[in-house]
């Protein structure tokens, strides 16, 4: 589904991601970790073509993507269509006016019937837990309530992937633990699940692979989650805990 | 749990839409906080001398260049600031002489009527005023970070305050520059389909820019108050000079000569 193959990434003469190989495959749920600043979020950001490799191929679904594939209106689009992507801060994804406008924004978009819009928005409200908010300003929301929000305008529009940074910061350990089950409901009906997260505690049992990134910003290891979280020195090593 | 429709997929297809305003406000917002944040500690001659000498001399310079009126003077003039753009680096060199071309030549047309009267002379003149101070002024933009500019402003007597809330000011155009970068995005990987009101969630993001600008300025304001502040602030001038601020006090002298002595001698 996923693949990059030698990606490099450089940012004012800094490189952000060194030589990166991954294949990802339908219905998987990765955990991205590493210290601050290793390249989690630029991964991530990479995925989502929100940037694009100075060295390397992307593909996904068998199409390289990169700046000249996107170019097309339509490719764009599709792309975005399948991959959604939950940012680190909410803030930054929440511009309408209400909750209710804020899931039904990419729905609305997608010229879906009315009465697919008024179900998809209720179903993603019950979901996330969020109908009493539904006519409030995501702007008044809490730290918590956001996330829930920008979750649920993601998940409104069906992904077939969904990439998440950082989705536990800034919230209480009742919303993680509600996060972490929504998580594994989510990867269980097919979802492919892309987290990058230092949050351990809280993700037991969501995932089945762990991708490490080091200072260095290489990958340094590609295995079970549970062979990672279990190597205790490793993790120190690479200052991951 | 699980809604059917989540668990099943779409079979979407996006239509076809002209629509790059996402995409051009992104890029233009980039570049214009790319401009801001550039790194201007370079190893080259002109980013490591004084910042106070050279928002000295730039206004020195500019406030001679305009009441001159010495043809000769001006020449010498732009010599020594195409010298100074020969010093920068290659990428910034080309982008001040683009932007510095474009008001002198808007200028330089609407006076050729006067030309046509004969009034050439003076019009060439001041065309050449107009292109070496927007020059001088783009070099010093370029040259020289935005603090040591500010704070250099002390010099000319600026009280301290002015200086620091136009530090503030410019460190919050990035922070909020890179603010709207970021909601951009989210609009853009969330515009999956075709929209009908294209400038509506544009509106959102300034909605959302506005709030976001005033719980910033209240948030810090109250840890200004934390940290004791209680409205007074004090900037320091650094004027320690090395060899190469030398050299350019030197050349700063010899061009202020140089303006004396073709004033004096009445040599245009």
């Given at each position: 589904m996923i693949n990059l193959e030698n990606i490099s990434f450089t940012y004012k003469n800094k490189l952000a991601l060194d030589n990166v190989n991954v294949h990802i495959n339908e219905g998987e749920a990765i955990a991205i970790i590493g210290p601050n600043g290793s390249g989690k979020s630029t991964f991530l950001k990479l995925l989502n073509a929100i940037i694009f490799p100075s060295e390397g191929k992307y593909t996904f679904n068998e199409l390289e993507i990169n700046e000249k594939h996107l170019k097309d209106n339509k490719n764009l689009k599709l792309f975005h269509k399948r991959l959604g992507f939950v940012f680190q801060n909410s803030d930054t994804q929440l511009f309408c006016s209400t909750v209710f406008e804020e899931i039904a924004f990419g729905l609305i978009q997608m010229e879906l019937p009315i009465e697919e819009v008024n179900e998809r928005v209720n179903d993603c409200l019950m979901l996330l837990n969020i109908e009493k908010l539904k006519e409030e300003h995501p702007y008044n929301l809490s730290g918590g309530e956001k996330k829930r929000v920008a979750i649920a305008s993601v998940l409104a529009m069906n992904p077939d992937v969904i990439t998440l940074d950082e989705?536990?910061?800034?919230?209480d350990p009742k919303g993680k633990s509600f996060l972490k089950d929504l998580l594994a409901v989510l990867n269980k009906s097919g979802k492919t699940i892309i987290c990058a997260t230092h949050d351990f505690e809280y993700i037991d049992g969501i995932f089945k692979r762990a991708i490490v990134f080091s200072e260095e910003h290489k990958i340094i290891r590609d295995n079970t989650y549970e062979n990672i979280i279990k190597d205790k020195e490793f993790l120190r090593q690479y200052n991951i805990i | 749990m699980i809604p059917k429709w989540l668990s099943e997929k779409d079979n979407y297809i996006p239509k076809e839409e002209k629509n790059l305003y996402i995409e051009k406000s992104i890029f233009s917002f980039i570049k214009t906080i790319s401009i801001i944040r550039q790194n201007k500690s370079q190893d080259k001659l002109l980013y490591l001398i004084n910042p106070n000498l050279k928002v000295i001399s730039t206004i020195l310079n500019i406030a001679l260049i305009s009441i001159s009126r010495s043809f000769a003077y001006l020449l010498i003039m732009d010599i020594y600031v195409f010298g100074n753009l020969m010093l920068m680096q290659k990428k910034s060199r080309k982008r001040i002489f683009i932007r510095s071309l474009i008001f002198p030549i808007i200028s330089l047309i609407a006076l050729i009527p006067s030309m046509f009267y004969g009034n050439v002379y003076n019009s060439l003149l001041l065309f050449q005023k107009i292109i070496i101070t927007i020059i001088m002024m783009n070099l010093l933009a370029h040259n020289t970070k935005w603090s040591e500019i500010s704070k250099s402003l002390k010099l000319f007597q600026i009280p301290d305050i002015f200086i620091w809330i136009m530090d503030i000011t410019i460190k919050y155009i990035v922070l909020l520059g890179e603010y709207s970068i970021d909601l951009l995005y989210a609009l853009r990987l969330r515009s999956v389909g075709k929209t009908s009101s294209k400038y509506d969630s544009i509106t959102g993001i300034i909605g959302n820019l506005f709030i976001k600008s005033y719980k910033m300025s209240e948030e810090m304001s109250q840890a200004m108050e934390c940290r004791g502040f209680t409205g007074e602030y004090t900037t320091k001038v650094n004027f320690n000079l090395k060899k190469i601020d030398y050299g350019y006090i030197i050349v700063n002298l010899l061009l202020i000569v140089t303006f004396i002595y073709l004033k004096y001698q009445g040599i245009f």
């Open positions: 989705p536990m910061n800034g919230i | -």
